[in-house]
């Protein structure tokens, strides 16, 4: 906010005295506070810091000691620097003992090589100081009315984040309270650069207080959440040298309260962590990002898929719950079982909510000889945590990040085939669905669906007499009880003669010989097959 000792030395009123700085350069970029001219050697006792002191020097010391200790009063209480102009005290310059001790302490020193009035000179700083400060109250305002209205239209935390990398011009992190990355923008440096290693990075940052700044790698970070409710923090690389300007510490601690009160609103819903994972997961099934970038957000996040066994699993409740309200808590309990039973069975994997209904799971495992007892525990946690029956669909493991999707896709089919399974597992692969899992697969294929129409369509056509629906439950009860008429009329709860004379029209409608064990076959593979596509 403050213009600094060389920002002064090139105003009209200062080159008019044609300034020389005879010590102390590496102090040219502190701030000027305030101007004040002074002709007493005591004056370090007048001073609060940031002071440009202008002197004549007539009631400097005379003493070489005297000029060291003067110097020495005004570098401890941390003036920006001292303008002596020559003529009066001083003409050739300045006492060899006072620049040796300023270039000792840091302290700009600086001739005026002629006589200069001193009021232009404080009215113009003081006029850049004062503009400089309008300029910031005017950038903060700036910056409190665009977070609050990110805050109104309920912003999610990328969001926040891409604003302050934007405000900003410099990367930002936002991380959770175990280092782990929840979110960033690289404000164009490669993400790599900004990412890799950042857990040992982020916990050797050295910052005091819930706002700190750590000079030896120029980040600035801010705490997130409320007192005694703390959830992470969030991290600004700032340009330059030095402490950062007041406006970069209201623009993160801004964010912060923004990210604080989203998190407020939203914690009764999914947790900031999900939220990423289901964002990878979506981003894997859709092709929406690319696995490089999957790959790095996701080591960040603590889940590493790079050289690692990927399965995908997906998981649903035998039965959907009707009804949005009812569908959410169950879709929410499901979740929260699922994320349980990854932590209890200590396996690393990204975990989210696919739709209303499923959670999918993308497990990374060390080794493909881990697949089986990690699965199988994984299973058991689930089962043991759920409060209703679930069925879980793994799919063919990968050891590709690229390859995820179809392992991820084979899963979420596998799911959806094994709610008519006849048989009971903690899990089910590809291999435990048969023909279904094959017709399931299948069921976005026109021939399948040309074979189905084929095979079955004047029976669901049917007009007049029992509905083609009613005929449809009968042949698959006929061919469920293999082919035995009276056990299937049982299951119908029909007397056989009226049984009987619906498998005759069926085989009038379908030109089929219902006693042929091949039409039979055909029948019973397009009944499946239709089933596949009405699920």
Known sequence: MFPTVRDVLVLDPVRYGAPRVVAGHAGLERPVRWVHSAEVPDIAGLLRGGELVLTTGIGMPASDSGLRTFIAELAEVGCAGLVVELGRRYTGGVPKSMAIAAERAGLPLIELHRATPFVPITEAVHALILDAQLA??????????????????????????????????NPVVLEN????????????????????GWEAFSRGLRVEGRTGFDPATGWLATVVGARGHDWGRLLLRCGGEGPPPSRLIILLERAASTLALDRLV???????????HRTLLTGLLEHSRSAAEIALRAKALGVPLERRRLVGIVLRSREDERGPVAAHLQLRELTDS?????????????????????????????GADREPAALASFAECVHRMSTRPVLIGVGSGVDEIREARRSLLEAGQVAQVARHATRSAPYYQLTDVGLRGLLHL?????????????????????????PGEELLGALRAYLAHGRNKSAAAAALHLSRPAFYERLNRIGRLLDVDLESAEDCLS?????LALDALRD
């Open 266 to 276: 939203r914690r009764d819903e999914e947790g900031l962590e999900r939220q990423v």
């Open 177 to 196: 309270l175990a280092r782990q990355v929840l979110s960033y923008d690289a404000a164009g440096d490669r993400p790599e650069m900004l990412l890799d």
């Open 136 to 169: 910031e109250l005017t950038a903060t305002e700036a910056i409190h009315q665009r977070f609050t209205e990110l805050t109104v239209e309920g912003a999610d935390p990328a969001e926040v984040v891409r604003e302050v990398a934007q405000l900003a011009h």
């Open 523 to 527: 029948l019973h593979v397009a009944i």
């Open 338 to 366: 699922v994320g349980a039973a990854l932590r209890e069975s200590r396996l690393a994997g990204l975990c989210g909510a696919l739709d209303e209904h499923a959670v999918g799971v993308l497990l990374a495992l060390p």
């Open 442 to 466: 299948l069921r976005g294929d026109a021939r399948l669906q040309t074979y189905v129409e084929r095979e079955l369509g004047p029976l669901l056509a049917s007009r007049g007499g029992v």
